[in-house]
């Protein structure tokens, strides 16, 4: 269950983080003059948005199982 709510959780932060800064990058660079909010605005929703949620969603995967137990200590080894 942690493992899937980290995964929920990396998807929606990576798509809003990638998606605003897909429109910022696009809105800053793009020659093109009569809709380059509509472009902008397509390319964070459509491209830049969806690669982040990807990246997100498997950052949050791999991160939400990782469960910190303290030091692993070999087999037969007695606690000090």
Wanted: proline share 5%; aromatic share 8%; with cysteine.
């Amino acid at each position: 269950m942690r493992r899937a709510a980290f995964c929920l959780l990396g998807t929606v932060c990576g798509y809003a983080f990638s998606a605003g800064a897909g429109y910022a990058v696009v809105n800053r660079v793009s020659p093109n003059s009569h809709d380059r909010s509509v472009e902008a605005a397509m390319t964070g929703a459509f491209v830049s948005g969806p690669v982040g949620a990807i990246v997100g969603g498997v950052a949050g995967f791999l991160l939400g199982g990782r469960i910190r137990r303290g030091v692993r200590r070999a087999p037969g080894v007695p606690r000090a």
